[in-house]
């Protein structure tokens, strides 16, 4: 019977640990339900980890045209990483700055990029601003199929300045809309 136990503990061990993320999802326009990007040079995809069920990419839309997209990597817990975009009148496919200080959603004024690192309350957190800016190109915006698709990239500062800024490149989503 100890036998059993150690050997269903290992099994949930191993299936827990980390994968190792070396390469992005491919820049599709069909709903794939995809996102990755490099932060600070690193792949980063979101992941899930044994025994956490929440979603790890989900894709809003409002009526007056707000678009959220979160993407979580659990992988590492217990501390868990979320990367957010948050644009502002995403009416078409068009390219959306990220350059104004904001708050996060749902109290947003304007587009932004956001990441945190947290164990439960954020470990620090990250945002484009005036200083830390870059932008989002919505390449596919198709509400009737409820697909949304494109990439970005930015620059993003500490919310406190506790810690160095972070630079997102070689960002890319393709998902479909809640």
Same mark, same amino acid.
């Given at each position: *019977? ?9 099994? =949930? =061990?191993?299936?827990?640990?980390? !994968?190792? &993320?070396?390469?992005? +999802?491919?820049?599709? %326009? $069909? ?5 990755? =990007?490099? =932060? /600070? ?22 009526? @007056? ?36 200080? $904001?708050? #996060? ?16 309350? +954020? ?5 484009? /601003?005036? %200083?830390? !800016? ?5 390449? !596919?915006?198709?509400? @009737? ?5 494109? $990439?970005? %990239?930015?620059?993003?500062?500490? *919310?406190?300045?506790?810690?160095? +800024?972070? @630079? #997102? ?5 393709? &998902?479909?809309? %809640?």
């Amino acid at each position: *019977m100890k036998n059993i136990f150690i050997l269903l503990y290992s099994v =949930l =061990l191993l299936s827990s640990c980390k !994968k190792s &993320v070396d390469a992005l +999802p491919d820049a599709t %326009q $069909t709903g794939a339900n995809t996102f990755g =990007l490099k =932060l /600070n040079g690193e792949f980063w995809v979101p992941q899930k980890f044994a025994g956490i069920n929440s979603p790890v990419l989900e894709a809003f839309y409002s009526g @007056t045209g707000d678009l959220r997209i979160t993407a979580n990597n659990f992988a590492s817990e217990p501390t868990e990483t979320e990367f957010e975009i948050f644009v502002k009148n995403a009416g078409a496919a068009a390219v959306y700055e990220l350059n104004q200080n $904001t708050e #996060v959603y749902p109290n947003a004024s304007s587009s932004y990029g956001y990441y945190v690192k947290r164990k439960i309350n +954020p470990l620090n957190e990250w945002i484009t /601003n005036s %200083q830390y !800016k870059g932008n989002v190109t919505i390449t !596919k915006l198709d509400l @009737t199929n409820r697909i949304v698709s494109g $990439t970005f %990239q930015f620059n993003a500062g500490s *919310m406190d300045s506790s810690a160095a +800024p972070i @630079t #997102v490149t070689d960002g890319r989503f393709d &998902v479909k809309l %809640q």
